[in-house]
Structure formats: C-alpha cells, structure tokens
C-alpha cells in the first residue's frame, strides 16, 4: 500500500542513491526544482502535486510509478548479504575481469568501497550489506535486488549462511 512516508521516503532514497545533495539537485535541474522545496518533500512538510511528482521522476530518471507505488517484496528472499572482501580484492586485482562487459559489477565494486569509506569499516574480511544498501545499488543500475544478488554470487562474492534445518 502506498502511504504519503513511503512516497517521500522514495524520493529521497533516490536522490541519495544517486549521490546528490539538495543543492546538486536545484543546480542540474536548472533550478526547476527548488532544494528547500525538496527536502519538505522528503520530509513530508509539504504536498507534492502530481505536475512536481513527474518534474521529479524526469529528472532522476525514474518511472512516475516508481515515485507513487511501493516497492514488490519477494516473499521468502532475503535480501541481507554479507559480501566476501577477501573475494572483492582478488576480483579488483584482475582488472580484466572487471572491464570486460561487466559495468554493472564495476558499479557493485564502487558502492561497496563507498559503503565500507562511510561506515569507517576496514576489517577486510566481510561486510554485511544492510536492505537499505542492496536496494540503493539496485535501483542506481535500473536492476532488481534479486539481480544484484545473482551478480555477486556469479563472482563468488557472496558468503552464504549454511541452512542448518529447522530446530
């Protein structure tokens, strides 16, 4: 169901996954979408008409839709990852690999060093990927989570939890 918090919760989940600030925002759109009017868009302060919703999904290049209607959560998939480091290096070192038809996971690459720069997270082993973090790489490469998920683990970059059975 599509409530007036997620709607702004969309909005600014988009622009951030898109690594702008309020200010970026108003600056490449020609100042036709005002930064302070933004942010009480994403805060809920203010209403937002349908003629600024599409201004807004133009802009980031997203469907209206996109905007309007919660996202379809796959029942039983679980989207919290923990990514292999060690893998991660060994796959950076091959630059071959990485350049060869695959931008997608040269993006993938690019996040995570973002994620671990942000979350001061240097222990070089693993880095668990919050649903937050899965979903904002998802949506800056026009992919499902899903997909992001099959890409990381055709490059044997995922850790996965060993089903134990039920107790």
């Given at each position: 169901m599509t409530t007036h918090q997620g709607v702004c919760a969309r909005i600014r989940s988009i622009r951030i996954s898109q690594g702008l600030s309020l200010s970026d925002v108003e600056l490449a759109s020609d100042h036709t979408i005002r930064a302070v009017v933004l942010g009480s868009y994403e805060r809920g302060d203010r209403a937002l008409s349908v003629k600024k919703a599409i201004t807004i999904a133009q802009f980031y290049g997203v469907p209206l839709s996109y905007l309007l209607e919660a996202p379809v959560q796959t029942a039983g998939v679980s989207h919290r990852i923990v990514i292999d480091l060690r893998a991660l290096k060994g796959l950076i070192t091959d630059d071959l690999q990485i350049t060869q038809g695959q931008p997608a996971l040269e993006m993938i690459i690019s996040f995570?060093?973002?994620?671990?720069?942000?979350?001061?997270?240097?222990?070089?082993?693993?880095?668990?990927?919050?649903?937050?973090?899965?979903?904002?790489?998802?949506?800056?490469?026009?992919?499902?989570?899903?997909?992001?998920?099959?890409?990381?683990?055709?490059?044997?970059?995922?850790?996965?939890?060993?089903?134990?059975?039920?107790?």
């Open positions: 995570i060093s973002s994620v671990i720069a942000l979350r001061n997270d240097w222990n070089g082993e693993i880095l668990s990927m919050r649903t937050s973090d899965l979903n904002h790489v998802a949506m800056s490469l026009g992919k499902s989570t899903e997909e992001i998920t099959h890409i990381l683990r055709e490059n044997r970059l995922l850790i996965e939890a060993k089903s134990t059975g039920s107790l």
